[in-house]
């Protein structure tokens, strides 16, 4: 059985006649009844029987023909988006990254469509949380490219792109709130809303907290930027993340942190031993040679604001 016989039966069947399907098909109507005759010794069936000048489906036809029209249907979707996926002018790059850089992420795109012209290709950007997972799916090829912190992998080609600063988030009417800059050692003690487990930042503020000799009530944990900010506002303690790129959520303020903590360096990202579509490699080098493009993204909406 081959794809070429299949394509035969189906067009038999839906037209009911062999020398119009040899003509649509652009064969000779012998090679069309010796590909069929080869495809039911192989199945040891007959599909199809003389009706007047026509010919019909038996039943072993009508039983085959939704699994071939089917199959052929999937197939030729497949071709339709692989050809689209590797045209470098129209295909897709799929692309994943912080929460925290959704407001980021659009102007890049913008950006890139604006100097570049390829306005046919589809952009598509997941939004993750955790930095595990990002870090999974960069290393398994799930994803072309990744907007992150370090993936310190082998197999991980990179970029830098530039540095986001972490703040310390309070609500509004909190003891801190009429403060520009806080030393984290004031939290000691204080109820906190913190990044769950998954989060390359947790790891990073218990670190701080351990060297600076403080300890602070975990409230509530998550991974979601937006949802820590909306637990802050209602009081449910103060949090550190990164700087909200759209300004201070309505009910925090938004303290820049005294403390000696480590930069967070933020990367473009991508796995050099999978391959890579066109249209995703284009897009890799584009950054690449943009240089810190995150820190250009933040020049132009006049850096950060407390």
Request: proline share 4%; net charge negative; aromatic share 10%.
């Amino acid at each position: 059985m081959n794809l070429r016989q299949l394509q035969y039966f189906k067009t038999i069947a839906e037209l009911e006649h062999y020398t119009r399907a040899a003509e649509k098909l652009y064969v000779s109507q012998s090679n069309l009844s010796h590909s069929i005759q080869e495809l039911e010794d192989e199945l040891n069936v007959e599909f199809f029987v003389r009706k007047g000048r026509n010919i019909k489906l038996t039943k072993y036809g009508e039983l085959f023909l939704p699994y071939v029209t089917s199959a052929l249907e999937s197939l030729d979707t497949g071709v339709a988006r692989l050809k689209d996926y590797i045209n470098p002018n129209t295909g897709t790059v799929i692309l994943a990254g912080f929460p925290s850089l959704a407001h980021f992420i659009p102007d890049v795109i913008v950006r890139y469509f604006s100097e570049t012209n390829r306005v046919g290709v589809h952009l598509q950007f997941n939004q993750e949380g955790a930095y595990k997972t990002l870090r999974e799916q960069i290393i398994a090829g799930e994803v072309d490219m990744i907007f992150s912190t370090m993936v310190d992998d082998p197999r991980v080609g990179y970029t830098l792109i530039g540095e986001h600063q972490i703040v310390l988030v309070v609500p509004a009417g909190h003891r801190l709130a009429d403060r520009d800059s806080v030393d984290l050692r004031e939290l000691d003690g204080e109820d906190f809303v913190a990044f769950d487990n998954t989060c390359q930042l947790r790891e990073v503020t218990d670190e701080i907290f351990k060297r600076l000799g403080i300890k602070v009530n975990i409230t509530m944990e998550t991974a979601q930027d937006v949802i820590i900010h909306g637990l802050v506002a209602a009081n449910h303690g103060v949090a550190i993340t990164p700087w909200p790129l759209s300004g201070a959520p309505y009910g925090v303020k938004l303290l820049r942190i005294e403390n000696d903590i480590p930069t967070r360096q933020l990367y473009l990202l991508w796995n050099k031993e999978q391959y890579m579509p066109p249209a995703a490699a284009y897009f890799r080098d584009y950054v690449v040679r943009s240089g810190l493009i995150f820190n250009q993204f933040l020049e132009r909406q006049g850096g950060y604001h407390h």
